[in-house]
């Protein structure tokens, strides 16, 4: 079974400049999630998908920050423009039932660097 | 809120020895689910264990146990003789139910040491 697919693995831009993160679930799995990762940090929820509904994005600066997931399948997440503290590892998973016992499966993520 | 706290940044244990990451959890919850995922230097989060609410008997899974203390709200998690490839970020999670969905939030983690 292939895992969560995520590109690219590394990122440098300039600061203002946009950049965007592409995923791919596992097949079959209807929850998808976008985390962001600050060096040190534990994975925060930036949104969270139920197909190709937004179920939760309440930690997502929607001034600079989109996504969307066509088709209840593959994501993108953009970031427009971009500032110096989106530095992070943007990690993507997918989950199949929505329950409390669901275990997430993580892509590899995509390391930002913005300078 | 919601709340996962390690507080533990870093620990080092001798290679073949046992050690226990802390973890505690806050929520009004009463129907929730407890996890733990090890994140080696490639950066992808790997399920170890998990912990229903609900569960008497605490988890194992191989060399991993989850000691499950409900009423101190704590989820530990003990790794047995430790291996050179243990050394990894260490991360305790909890999932809960939310209007719309259920939700995964994650600890600062605690970076595991392995000496040989």
């Known amino acids: 079974e292939a895992g969560v697919a995520q590109s690219p693995r590394y990122k440098i831009i300039e600061k203002r400049q946009s950049v965007a993160f592409w995923c791919n679930p596992i097949?079959?799995?209807?929850?998808l999630y976008w985390y962001q990762q600050i060096l040190g940090q534990g994975p925060k929820l930036l949104i969270q998908f139920q197909n190709n509904g937004v179920v939760d994005d309440s930690q997502l600066p929607k001034d600079r920050f989109s996504a969307e997931r066509l088709k209840g399948v593959d994501s993108t997440l953009k970031i427009q423009p971009a500032k110096l503290e989106d530095s992070a590892v943007y990690l993507c998973?997918?989950?199949?039932?929505?329950?409390?016992?669901?275990?997430?499966?993580f892509g590899s993520g995509t390391q930002l660097s913005v300078l | 809120a919601q709340k996962i706290t390690q507080t533990q940044p870093g620990m080092f244990v001798q290679e073949k020895e046992a050690v226990t990451l802390d973890c505690t959890y806050d929520t009004s919850d009463q129907s929730y689910g407890l996890f733990w995922y090890k994140q080696p230097s490639s950066g992808e989060m790997i399920f170890l264990i998990y912990q229903g609410s609900y569960d008497e008997q605490n988890a194992t899974e191989g060399r991993y146990s989850l000691n499950f203390q409900k009423a101190r709200k704590s989820a530990n998690l003990v790794i047995s003789a430790s291996q050179l490839g243990d050394s990894a970020m260490y991360f305790c999670a909890m999932r809960e139910g939310r209007t719309g969905g259920f939700k995964t939030i994650f600890g600062a983690g605690t970076r595991l040491f392995v000496k040989a």
């Open positions: 097949s079959g799995h209807a929850t």
């Open positions: 998973a997918s989950s199949t039932d929505p329950s409390t016992n669901e275990k997430l499966f």
